[in-house]
């Protein structure tokens, strides 16, 4: 496979892991992938829940979390590391400045347009810009205020297909499980629909079971936990610690062909060896 550039940054294996919360796509999985030449992509969703100990408010948590996150994976590879900042979320601009202070290669956001993406950097900074969208007009959008506003253009743009999962995360196990019929749109309190795998919680949830009582979090712009029909936050870290009794596995239209848990390795080699297939055939 040919190598491709994100700025004057190499990818030496075409691959860029999407960055999956909470708690899924961390420093492991992410230093897996730029070992094998991709871009690792650790995400910064509910980090304050992850790293629970010691002071400070959750917001603060969280910036310590990413610091970490960073730190662990720098220690486990030289390769490509970048990170995932929904624009959703309530501390996206905390994120988005400890990620570039942590001299991160790469930011990826979307779930919400990142119209001020280029403002976090300093003349210092390196850090490449990578917004996410799924429609032409939302790449238009932001093109035309960043070079309005800042004289700035994405280094690269991410384009998210109809069978995305999205928008967090649960144990991998749930896809090896699951079929085709499973897999449903949901509403999340993120304010948009979401991929996800049918279950328990997703069934209490539709009948009203799931209500938060309290919010001490505050985590998504856009939720009033008075009128929301769960907490997404506690959801998702539920389901990345392995209760989908009180939580679920946010999937892409095709997880149900997973069979078994792969390692990374293993999935970079499949996917050469079909990418390579694929081209022979068509030649
Ligand atoms: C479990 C799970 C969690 C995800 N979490 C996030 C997230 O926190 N932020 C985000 O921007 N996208 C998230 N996504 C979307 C993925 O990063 C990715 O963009 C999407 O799966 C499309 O890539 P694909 O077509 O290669 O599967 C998530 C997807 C899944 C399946």
Same mark, same amino acid.
Request: glycine share 12%; charged share 20%.
């Given at each position: 496979m040919k190598s491709f550039f994100i700025g004057n940054i190499? $990818? %030496?294996?075409?691959?860029?892991?999407?960055g999956m919360g909470v708690g899924i796509s961390l420093s492991g999985l992410a230093s897996a992938v730029a070992n094998e030449g991709g871009v690792g992509v650790i995400s910064c969703a509910g980090l304050g829940l992850l790293y629970p100990k010691g002071k400070g408010t959750y917001p603060e948590k969280c910036i310590n979390g990413l610091k970490e996150e960073i730190r662990k994976a720098r220690a486990k590879t030289k390769g $490509? $590391?970048? !990170? /995932?900042?929904?624009?959703?979320?309530s501390n996206y601009a905390d994120m988005v400045r400890t990620a570039i202070e942590e001299k991160i290669d790469v930011v990826f956001s979307g779930a919400g347009l990142p119209l001020d993406l280029p403002s976090y950097l300093t003349p210092e900074s390196t850090t490449k810009l990578v917004p996410i969208v799924s429609s032409s007009r939302a790449a238009k959008i932001i093109c035309d205020k960043w070079q %309005? /506003?800042? /004289?700035?253009?994405?280094?690269?743009? !991410?384009?998210?297909?109809? %069978?995305?999962?999205?928008?967090?995360?649960? +144990? +991998?196990?749930?896809? $090896?499980?699951s079929k085709s019929e499973d897999v449903l749109i949901i509403e999340s309190p993120v304010g948009m629909p979401g991929r996800a795998i049918d279950g328990e919680f997703i069934h209490n949830v539709n009948s009203g079971l799931e209500r938060p009582k309290s919010c001490s979090f505050h985590c998504i712009k856009t939720c009033d936990y008075t009128k929301s029909p769960y907490c997404i936050i506690k959801a998702l870290y539920n389901a990345a610690k392995g209760n989908m009794k009180k939580g679920y596995a946010f999937a892409g239209s095709n997880a149900f062909l997973a069979e078994k848990i792969s390692s990374v390795k293993e999935v970079m080699s499949t996917l050469e060896r079909e990418f390579f297939l694929a081209t022979h055939k068509l030649a």
């Open positions: 190499e $990818i %030496k294996t075409p691959v860029i892991q999407g $490509i $590391i970048g !990170v /995932n900042v929904m624009v959703a979320l %309005k /506003n800042y /004289n700035y253009l994405p280094d690269a743009i !991410v384009v998210e297909g109809p %069978k995305a999962g999205g928008h967090l995360g649960f +144990k +991998k196990e749930q896809y $090896i499980h």
